[in-house]
């Protein structure tokens, strides 16, 4: 369950203009307003959790669990970040509390798995220069993506490889980018769901969008 503490730490947003609003009507026992923001949240509440979970069963007890949580907590909550943030910092902190449990049945194996790469690199060392004047530049930069036809852009195929490299990524990175580039957080939000500092949401989101592009640029190659 999150704490007032955990409230305070890293908010760097005002609340939204509604939230006293709907606090009250909460509070008061408003069952529209509640069925209201179930209908608004809990699409991404269900991806949020999938992060962490393993089936979509387990995601909506997830999401049944968190809602249960805000409504326990709402007298405790003084407003220091927006609703919605408090709400999916508790989707957070539930899924993480389910998949610790879920793991007791995984393979043996992936309890090893690496669950983070901050200090590896974003792009392969070898794309850059390595001596002379020109040591760190690109020696095979990005390449423009202008003259790709747009059906093969939006395809269903190019879906899916989008979402096999994201579901590939180390679980911080995958946390950042589906936050910020799938559900279309800001970086405040973020950083305030995830319990994460400014600069080390910018160096996840970039090591994750830069992995993401590679896995297009190796597929778009390929059909060239």
Same mark, same amino acid.
């Given at each position: ?56 069963? !387990? #995601?909506?007890?997830?999401?049944? @669990?968190?809602?249960? &949580? ?5 007298? *405790? /909550? ?30 043996? !194996? #992936?309890?090893?798995?690496?669950? @983070?790469?901050?200090? &590896? ?5 070898? *794309? /850059? ?37 994201? @579901? ?57």
């Amino acid at each position: 369950m999150t704490t007032n503490k955990q409230e305070d730490a890293h908010a760097t947003t005002e609340p939204a203009p509604n939230d006293a609003a709907i606090l009250v009507a909460l509070r008061a026992g408003d069952e529209a307003t509640f069925t209201d923001l179930v209908a608004m949240y809990s699409g991404a509440m269900l991806r949020v959790a999938r992060m962490y979970v393993h089936n979509a069963a !387990s #995601a909506e007890e997830v999401v049944q @669990d968190a809602w249960l &949580g805000l409504l326990q907590a709402l007298d *405790r /909550f003084e407003g220091r970040s927006s609703l919605k943030t408090y709400l999916f910092r508790i989707v957070v902190n539930c899924a993480k509390t389910r998949a610790r449990k879920d793991a007791r049945t995984i393979p043996f !194996s #992936a309890a090893f798995e690496p669950d @983070d790469d901050q200090g &590896g690199a974003s792009v392969p060392p070898e *794309r /850059f220069q390595r001596d002379g004047a020109a040591a760190g530049s690109w020696s095979t930069p990005p390449k423009s993506w202008a003259e790709t036809p747009e059906r093969s852009l939006l395809s269903s195929e190019t879906r899916r490889i989008v979402e096999d490299a994201v @579901d590939s990524l180390p679980a911080n990175q995958r946390e950042v980018i589906t936050l910020r580039d799938i559900e279309g957080w800001d970086a405040a939000d973020v950083c305030n769901a995830l319990g994460l500092s400014e600069t080390n949401q910018r160096v996840l989101l970039h090591r994750a969008r830069a992995k993401v592009r590679l896995a297009l640029e190796q597929y778009f190659d390929g059909q060239r």
